[in-house]
T-cell receptor
Framework: GIQVEQSPPDLILQEGANSTLRCNFS?????LQWFHQNPWGQLINLFY???GTKQNGRLSATTVATERYSLLYISSSQTTDSGVYFC?????????????FGQGTELSVKP | DAGVTQSPTHLIKTRGQQVTLRCSPK?????VSWYQQALGQGPQFIFQ???????QRGNFPDRFSGHQFPNYSSELNVNALLLGDSALYLC????????????FGPGTRLLVL
């Protein structure tokens, strides 16, 4: 099956710093989503981005489908950005809707 | 516009018991998927329901079963609970059999003693 690898596994930042999270996947996908999981376990949608670039405030994401990777950029980080960031993909060989998650990047933003 | 809701929020069971978790999808969504998230891991797909039928299934034993009702809400049932079933169970809803953005509920934390 498809492999989804996220890097780095852990990241510690000072408030105000910028960061880039990476997601590599081993096969073609119909769908790619980025999520932020808060300390209470809620998965919050950040981006639906099977290809191209999107921006939402301090966050932006780019997916290069032909090279099978996606990047999540966080600028001017805040302590509320802390948590685990997951990349999830829906492989093209599935019927649709079966998201395969990476292991996540745990981000800690210090004041 | 109500998002995805799940109940209960927390549950404690003992080995061998059975449990039922419930999910109501986001308004207008017709597809519900269930995921299991063990501590420190990414969520793993259990199964997906569309038009009251199981459409896709992940690598989970038959002890895990589900149901979707005509109003699109769904239940996840787990029989003969094992200690290893302790996890956060997440429900996600979407349109068009999951080919669009999936939205997740807050989850149910299950502890099996």
């Amino acid at each position: 099956g498809i492999q989804v690898e996220q890097s780095p596994p852990d990241l510690i930042l000072q408030e105000g710093a910028n960061s880039t999270l990476r997601c590599n996947f081993s096969d073609s996908v119909n769908n790619l989503q980025w999520f932020h999981q808060n300390p209470w376990g809620q998965l919050i949608n950040l981006f639906y981005i099977p290809s191209g670039t999107k921006q939402n405030g301090r966050l932006s994401a780019t997916t290069v489908a032909t090279e099978r990777y996606s990047l999540l950029y966080i600028s001017s980080s805040q302590t509320t950005d802390s948590g685990v960031y997951f990349c999830a993909v829906d492989p093209i060989y599935n019927q649709g809707g079966k998201l395969i998650f990476g292991q996540g990047t745990e981000l800690s933003v210090k004041p | 516009d109500a998002g995805v809701t799940q109940s209960p929020t927390h549950l404690i069971k003992t080995r061998g018991q059975q449990v039922t978790l419930r999910c109501s999808p986001k308004s207008g969504h017709d597809t519900v998927s269930w995921y299991q998230q063990a501590l420190g891991q990414g969520p793993q797909f259990i199964f997906q329901y569309y038009e009251e039928e199981e459409r896709q299934r992940g690598n989970f034993p038959d002890r895990f079963s589900g149901h979707q009702f005509p109003n699109y809400s769904s239940e996840l049932n787990v029989n003969a609970l094992l200690l290893g079933d302790s996890a956060l169970y997440l429900c996600a809803s979407s349109l068009v059999r999951g080919e669009e953005t999936q939205y997740f509920g807050p989850g149910t934390r299950l502890l099996v003693l």
